[in-house]
């Protein structure tokens, strides 16, 4: 009996030595490289974050200024979507407000 707890005992040995062998683990060991990981994770989630509700929002503003039916809503939609597809930059008010102050 004690040949066969020896032979599992030497198993077990190998199987974790191959286990602390590999990169998952020897990354875990790191501070800095977990330190680094989870920045990057991190960072990629927030930009998918902004990625993600930017396309949403221009989504949803777009088929809300599809809506004619419904006035006050096709109206607001219209603006915000003239408020996004002003070029160079600058926002309609600005346009509109160097507009009035060159008449």
Known sequence: MTDG???EL???REEIERFNGHRFVQV???LGRMLFQ???RGMAVGLG???GAS???SVLVYILSQIDFVPVIGDWAKEIAEEIKVPNGESA?????GASGAD
């Open 5 to 7: 707890v020896e032979q």
């Open 10 to 12: 030497r198993a077990l």
């Open 28 to 30: 875990q060991n790191s």
């Open 38 to 40: 989870a920045l990057l």
């Open 49 to 51: 974050t902004v990625i």
């Open 55 to 57: 396309i949403l929002v």
């Open 93 to 97: 008010s600005d346009t509109q407000a």
